[in-house]
Nanobody, 119 residues
Framework: QVRFVESGGGLVQPGGSLRLTCALSGSFRSISTMGWYRQPPGKQRDLVATITSAGQTYYADSVKSRFTISRDNAKNTVFLQMNGLIPEDTAVYYC?????????????WGQGTQVTVSS
């Protein structure tokens, strides 16, 4: 079983910053890619950013130059630093990981944390 502890969401004014944190625990052998997805109200869930165990990163075009993803492999934790937030960033943000439990790799998501950008 993989357990997620997500934190850092909240209400922020346009132009502000937030830092999301997601720590994984439980029974798994290895973690490959980690990242964040988001789902705005009434819309589909989309990829925001990912980071491999080697540190290679990917960002959606809408967040490039504003968001920075990082991870601490020793603590099974991934971070998302969000700067220059705009109302369009309002969404539930879900932590993601590709994890190996027993023999198989699988994709897992956390329960989500709300980010609201509003004045």
């Amino acid at each position: 079983q993989v357990r997620f502890v997500e934190s850092g969401g909240g209400l922020v004014q346009p132009g502000g910053s937030l830092r999301l944190t997601c720590a994984l625990s439980g029974s798994f052998r290895s973690i490959s890619t980690m990242g964040w997805y988001r789902q705005p109200p009434g819309k589909q869930r989309d990829l925001v950013a990912t980071i491999t165990s080697a540190g290679q990163t990917y960002y959606a075009d809408s967040v490039k130059s504003r968001f920075t993803i990082s991870r601490d492999n020793a603590k099974n934790t991934v971070f998302l630093q969000m700067n220059g937030l705009i109302p369009e960033d309002t969404a539930v943000y879900y932590c993601y990981c590709n994890v190996k439990t027993n023999l198989y790799w699988s994709d897992r998501w956390g329960q989500g944390t709300q980010v609201t950008v509003s004045s």
